[in-house]
């Protein structure tokens, strides 16, 4: 992991590109399980107002993070760009609620610099750089940093709650 001196990282990575508002993110494509096409959402009580709630995929039951209420960006509605990143968090999968999916791009290690304490809103516990491509600023999401600790058991109690309501 680079030092917070801002050296740059090495290696290739493939990244999934999404927009929230008017910045666009990337998740490393290996943390991916699948993107879809949003659903039914239901909504889990006692939960933090960015858990959207949980939808039935293919059986199993998965929680929905609306990325835009975890990182303090106002709300917008679901439309026909919307989608759901299914990837895993902390052995749990989850989906995260996105505005649109745009592309799949490959960045080198040497466009990757240490994120900076915060950009665009955002604490730089959970990104894991910042990608610069061309005059694009590419936010790298660290996956794994998106809940608490707290966070990640409440959402793990949550899923059982309503998968053992769904048999």
Do not use: C, W, Y
Request: charged content about 30%; cysteine-free; overall charge negative.
């Amino acid at each position: 992991m680079a030092q917070a001196t801002g050296k740059k990282q090495t290696s290739e990575k493939q990244l999934v590109v999404f927009t929230l508002a008017t910045e666009e993110f990337g998740i490393e494509i290996n943390q991916v399980k699948e993107i879809i096409k949003p659903r039914e959402i239901t909504r889990l009580p006692h939960t933090p107002e960015f858990i959207r709630g949980v939808i039935n995929l293919r059986g199993e039951i998965i929680p929905v993070l609306d990325l835009r209420k975890r990182f303090n960006v106002d709300a917008s509605e679901i439309d026909r760009d919307s989608r759901i990143i299914v990837v895993e968090i902390a052995g749990t999968v989850a989906g995260l609620l996105v505005d649109s999916v745009t592309e799949v791009l490959r960045i080198d290690g040497s466009q990757i610099e240490e994120a900076p304490r915060s950009i665009a809103g955002l604490k730089a516990e959970f990104l894991q750089g910042v990608g610069k491509i061309d005059e694009r600023l590419l936010i790298l999401l660290e996956v794994n940093k998106i809940l608490s600790s707290q966070e990640e058991i409440q959402l793990q109690t949550q899923v059982e709650l309503a998968a053992s309501e769904e048999d």
